[in-house]
Structure formats: structure tokens, C-alpha cells
């Protein structure tokens, strides 16, 4: 019940395309869910994050779409770049948990010139 | 702002050995987590330090351990090293302990190779 399903495991997209990666979890006390980046040889950066009383959050060209009800959110990438290529990992978290983060298992996206 | 500092970046160790990784969490963060990166099993959170006191712990064997100290630095011990401890060992700071807020920023991690 503690398992956060990530797919797909790699997608290659062309530049200026969307990239979508999702993911879908089982624990219902999960309130936050987060998104992270990460680049070879460096750790995850945070990079959008959001929680289950809303079903979408924006920022730039970054977009949270997460459904409650399905209990599934998804991240998606607009007008995809080249210096978007890296690994991104969905994660969760519940409240009384503190900072204890259940990770997907990552999605290696490569962005085509 | 400086982000999380982590301590050595690499290590090379034999089996049998034990090893501590030191973090200094971002200014004014007083809550510090411990995550292993291996390509098999993905990121597994270690366990999480508040005010000195270990909240929350993962699934890993007592040979895993940690403290904090009062300026919130924290260090992580393994003790009798195996090659399976062979991983990326990221440390993350967040501002509170349990805060809707609990944004976690993460270092750029101590790859251990166990040999």
C-alpha cells in the first residue's frame, strides 16, 4: 500500500513536444506529491509539487494534472527542450509521516533536436 | 542561499568496513533525511532526523544509522559494510518536521562503492 507506480520507464519526445509521465498510488493518506528532476551525477531538485484539494497546478511549462478519485497524477512537460532530458521520479507523502517520501520507480525522458 | 552540502562525494570502501557520510542541511532547515539511490531498487528513504531525535525510519537493517546534531548537521553511519550498500546516499533538508509545507531540497548526494 506504501508503493508509488511510475510509468513509462523511459520516452523518448521530439523538441517542442509534450512529454507525460505518470504515476498512480494505493495509500489514500497521501497528501502531497511531489515532483523531482534529476541529472546525472547530481541529486533530485524539486521541481513542482502539489496537493489532493486541487486537480491541477502550473508552473511555466511544468503542469501537476492529479485525480483524486483515480488516485493517479500525472506530470506534464510543454514545448519539451533538449535541456529537459534527465530522470524524473513522482513521489508522496502523508502528513503525520513528516518527511518520509515513497518514490516511483523514475522515468528517463530524452527530448530529440 | 547555499543548498545541502554532503560529505565526501565519493568513497570507496572494503566489505567488512564502516563508513559515516556527514549533510548540512540549507540555513534555517531543521529537518534532515537520508534516501539510497541504487538503479534496482530507486530511491528508499533511510530515516529522518528532527531536533536531534530520529522521527521516522525505513526498512534497512540496524547497521544503518544516523544522528543530528544541534545546529541540525547530520551524519549517517554503516557499519560492516556489504557490496550491496554500494549506492548514491542523498540527504534532503526541509524546513519543519510534518508541515504542509515540508518542501524537501536534496544534496547531490555520497556515491559509496563497496568493494
Known amino acids: 500500500q506504501q508503493q508509488v507506480k511510475q510509468s513509462p520507464q523511459s520516452l523518448i519526445v521530439q523538441k517542442g513536444g509534450i512529454s507525460i509521465i505518470n504515476c498512480a498510488y494505493e495509500?489514500?493518506?497521501?497528501?502531497?506529491f511531489p515532483w523531482y528532476q534529476q541529472f546525472p551525477g547530481k541529486g533530485p531538485a524539486l521541481l513542482i509539487a502539489?496537493?489532493?484539494?486541487?486537480s491541477e497546478k502550473k508552473e511555466g511549462r511544468f503542469t501537476i494534472s492529479f485525480n483524486k478519485s483515480a488516485k493517479q497524477f500525472s506530470l506534464h512537460i510543454m514545448d519539451s527542450q533538449p535541456g529537459d532530458s534527465a530522470t524524473y521520479f513522482c513521489?508522496?507523502?502523508?502528513?503525520?509521516?513528516?518527511?518520509?517520501?515513497?518514490f516511483g520507480q523514475g522515468t528517463e525522458l530524452s527530448v530529440k533536436p | 542561499k547555499a543548498g545541502v552540502t554532503q560529505t565526501p562525494r565519493y568513497l570507496i570502501k572494503t566489505r567488512g568496513q564502516q563508513v559515516t557520510l556527514s549533510c548540512s542541511p540549507i540555513s534555517g532547515h531543521r529537518s534532515v533525511s537520508w534516501y539510497q539511490q541504487t538503479p534496482g531498487q530507486g530511491l528508499q528513504f533511510l530515516f529522518e532526523?528532527?531536533?536531534?531525535?530520529?522521527?521516522n525510519k525505513g526498512n534497512f537493517p540496524g547497521r544503518f544509522s544516523g544522528r543530528q546534531f544541534s545546529n541540525s548537521r547530520s551524519e549517517m553511519n554503516v557499519s560492516t559494510l556489504e557490496l550491496g550498500d554500494s549506492a548514491l546516499y542523498l540527504c534532503?533538508?526541509?524546513?519543519?518536521?510534518?508541515?504542509?509545507?515540508?518542501?524537501?531540497?536534496f544534496g547531490p548526494g555520497t556515491r559509496l562503492t563497496v568493494t
Open positions: 534532503a533538508s526541509s524546513k519543519e518536521f510534518s508541515s504542509p509545507m515540508a518542501e524537501q531540497y
Open positions: 513521489a508522496a507523502s502523508s502528513y503525520n509521516q513528516g518527511g518520509k517520501l515513497i
Open positions: 532526523y528532527f531536533s536531534e531525535t530520529q522521527r
Open positions: 495509500n489514500t493518506a497521501f497528501d502531497y
Open positions: 502539489i496537493r489532493p484539494d486541487v
